[in-house]
């Protein structure tokens, strides 16, 4: 038999669910937030699991083209999901499988920010560095937009 304060977590977590896609771990959070009881969240959540409605790999897809459409790279992308709870192991097949050609990101992001400005300076290429940096791209992507393929 299903308990009252039972159909509110099911009902307040799948309203999140419908608003956007929420990682397991984001959803303890909320549910936390709103006074549940732990064994109850952890039996929704179960339920939700299996019924297909809350999927951490189906968030990680997601989160991972909505964050790199926005023009952020692989390594700030996975830095934000494992702040969300979400497991390595599943970061790593998201981003293994995500279509992304990361290089021709990271060169768009670094066009629109410096509209074409060449790092001919040792100034302006640390300029760069770092935005293309803060952005989470790797080392050698960052080294290939601002450089070609030649490392320093």
């Known amino acids: 038999m299903i308990s009252e304060r039972q ?81 390595e192991t599943i970061i790593q097949q998201g981003l293994d499988h995500a279509d992304i050609d990361w290089l021709e990101l990271a060169e768009s992001v670094r066009g629109k920010k410096f509209k074409g400005q060449v790092a001919d300076t040792w100034e302006e290429r640390g300029r760069q560095k770092k935005f293309l940096d803060y952005r989470g791209f790797t080392r050698e992507q960052i080294q290939h937009c601002i450089n070609g393929d030649e490392f320093d």
């Open 7 to 87: 159909k509110e977590a099911w009902n307040a977590a799948t309203g999140m669910l419908a608003r956007r896609e929420h990682s397991r771990q984001e959803l303890i959070r909320k549910l936390t937030s709103r006074h549940y009881e732990v064994a109850l969240i952890d039996d929704v959540l179960d339920q939700l699991v299996k019924s297909g409605y809350q999927s951490d790999e189906r968030f990680t897809g997601h989160y991972i083209r909505f964050r790199s459409g926005k023009g952020y790279g692989p390594s700030r992308i996975r830095m934000e999901l494992v702040e969300k709870g979400v497991d």
